[in-house]
Structures are given as structure tokens and as C-alpha cells.
T-cell receptor
Framework: LAKTTQPISMDSYEGQEVNITCSHN???????ITWYQQFPSQGPRFIIQ???TKVTNEVASLFIPADRKSSTLSLPRVSLSDTAVYYC?????????????FGSGTRLSIRP | DAGITQSPRHKVTETGTPVTLRCHQT?????MYWYRQDPGHGLRLIHY???????DKGEVSDGYSVSRSKTEDFLLTLESATSSQTSVYFC??????????????FGAGSRLTVL
């Protein structure tokens, strides 16, 4: 599985756009990029998944450049409730669904 | 959480006693996972299952065993609990996301304290 690197922590303010970048230099052709959000005392929650270019849903956008060696999770106009840990995972579909390994994640703190 | 239940949610036990945590799903998904999470740390994969009676080790499997005798249940057993196994245990089920790749849905967690 491709190893991922993301910042340990980030700070921002309410109403700002937050971009969290994840590096995955060894991403394989069949790999997808998936982001999860985790609040204290809860299990991680799926945010968004993509393979290339841009994916957008009601919560976030995911930008993936052509070489796919990195990806950026974009949270528009964050609020205090977006304070959480965000995990970037890389892996292909069910052929490697076996070992789904989480990294340390990015601890995002939003201030008033 | 959608179709996945963990039990017990909280348990306090003593060193050396056996403990079994249960993960139950109503989604009929093939893939199930057990993770542990210690304070201030990320999730570590203990064991996973890719079908009935098909299981394999994760990153931190020592001291843990699992069983999956039917699709809906994935059991995690600590044969002889130690204080180092005090943690929050999360179960997850894997299903295809809109992109076709695996997406995990997590249970609410089981908080285990070993005295």
C-alpha cells in the first residue's frame, strides 16, 4: 500500500477555507484516495474519495493533480465543528481491501 | 452507526482474564476490520476478515485472536488481557464507495480498561 504523508496539525479560523495536502509518491495505478474525519470519542467517518482531477460533494472537495502523487482536501468556510483529525488513505479497491492502514492524520483546530 | 453495532460499549476487566468484543453488521458486507486507538494516536489495524472463516493479521495482532463464523459477526478475543490492551476498539465494515473503491463505516467503539 502506498505510504502517505500529511501535516501533523493545522490551525485556522471560522469562515476560512482549509486545504490539507497529502503526499503519496508511490501511489499505484489502481489506487484510490480516500479521506476520513474523526471527532473525539467517535470512529472515523468517510468524507470523500477520488481517483483523479476533482471530486466535490456537500462536505468537501478533493483535488488530485495529473501525476496523482499528492491530493488536497478542501473544506470551504470551516466552522468550529470542523475541528477534528483528518486521515488520508491510499489503496485500490477490494484487491487490497485487506490491510487498510491509517496514518497519524492531521489534527485540524478551528478557532472563533 | 449505519448497520454496525459493537458490544459491549464499555468494559472493565482484570489482567489475565479473557475478553471478547463483538461486532455485528446488518449490511451483509464481506469485509470487516478491528482497530485499536490509544489516546492521542491514530488507528492501528489488529485483524481483518474478507469472508466467513477468512481472517488475517493486521499491524498489531499479538495477543488478539478473531473469529468469523457467519457474515454478520466478527469477534475479537483477548485470551489473557493485559494493561497494555487498555484502549478503544473500533470495528469497521468495508463497502464499495461511489468510485468503486473500498469505503469503511465504523462502529461507535468499545472502550476497554484492563486493571
Amino acid at each position: 500500500l502506498a505510504k502517505t504523508t500529511q501535516p501533523i496539525s493545522m490551525d485556522s479560523y471560522e469562515g476560512q477555507e482549509v486545504n490539507i495536502t497529502c503526499s503519496h509518491n508511490n501511489i499505484a495505478t489502481n489506487d484510490y484516495i480516500t479521506w476520513y474525519q474523526q471527532f473525539p470519542s467517535q470512529g472515523p467517518r468517510f468524507i470523500i474519495q477520488g481517483y483523479k482531477t476533482k471530486v466535490t460533494n456537500e462536505v468537501a472537495s478533493l483535488f488530485i493533480p495529473a501525476d496523482r502523487k499528492s491530493s488536497t482536501l478542501s473544506l470551504p468556510r470551516v466552522s468550529l465543528s470542523d475541528t477534528a483529525v483528518y486521515y488520508c488513505l491510499v489503496g485500490d479497491g477490494y484487491s487490497s481491501a485487506s490491510k487498510i492502514i491509517f496514518g497519524s492524520g492531521t489534527r485540524l483546530s478551528i478557532r472563533p | 452507526d449505519a448497520g454496525i453495532t459493537q458490544s459491549p460499549r464499555h468494559k472493565v476487566t482484570e489482567t489475565g482474564t479473557p475478553v471478547t468484543l463483538r461486532c455485528h453488521q446488518t449490511e451483509n458486507h464481506r469485509y470487516m476490520y478491528w482497530y485499536r486507538q490509544d489516546p492521542g494516536h491514530g488507528l492501528r489495524l489488529i485483524h481483518y476478515s474478507y469472508g466467513v472463516k477468512d481472517t488475517d493479521k493486521g499491524e498489531v495482532s499479538d495477543g488478539y485472536s478473531v473469529s468469523r463464523s457467519k457474515t454478520e459477526d466478527f469477534l475479537l478475543t483477548l485470551e489473557s488481557a493485559t494493561s497494555s490492551q487498555t484502549s478503544v476498539y473500533f470495528c469497521a465494515i468495508g463497502s464499495a464507495g461511489s468510485s468503486g473503491a473500498n469505503v469503511l463505516t465504523f462502529g461507535a467503539g468499545s472502550r476497554l480498561t484492563v486493571l
